[in-house]
């Protein structure tokens, strides 16, 4: 009598389903794990400390999990364009592979430099540190602390 309105994802093939989540993992990948690490954040303390930095953690494994499987959906739906035909997905499939792709260079673009900058800081603040025990030893009398009167 009353038949459901069928809905059209359930019509589509899966190749089409998985270019789509090739660029809506994305928009996931900017949202996502903003969100939990706002969710996740503790700001009462307490806990074990390793409790702590797992949690730091997560929204990073969690995005990276989203580029992985995004791009795994991109070029699995490629792959299955020659069955399931263009129509669908290769437009969805390419957008998704470019965007995760162009933002692991952005990442590495911006990233390495302030990365490289951050490891001679840390260089200079342990050669300067070395130095300055060195000079405290210098400064001090050979028998200092030893307690011969």
Known sequence: MFERPRRKDRDEPWPVKAAKYAWMSFIALLLVPTCLSVVLANPSGGGHPDDEAIT?????????????????????????????????????????????????????????????????????????????????????????GHGTP
């Open 56 to 144: 730091r953690m997560l929204p990073g494994i969690f995005a990276l999990l989203l580029m992985l499987s995004g791009i795994a959906a991109g070029a699995a739906s490629l792959c299955a364009m020659g069955t399931y035909g263009k129509r669908g997905i290769m437009v969805p499939a390419i957008t998704g592979i470019c965007l995760h792709v162009g933002f692991v260079l952005l990442a590495v673009i911006v990233l390495l430099p302030a990365l490289q900058a951050a490891r001679e800081a840390a260089r200079q603040m342990h050669q300067e540190e070395q130095e300055r025990q060195q000079r405290q030893q210098q400064e001090q009398p050979p028998d200092a």
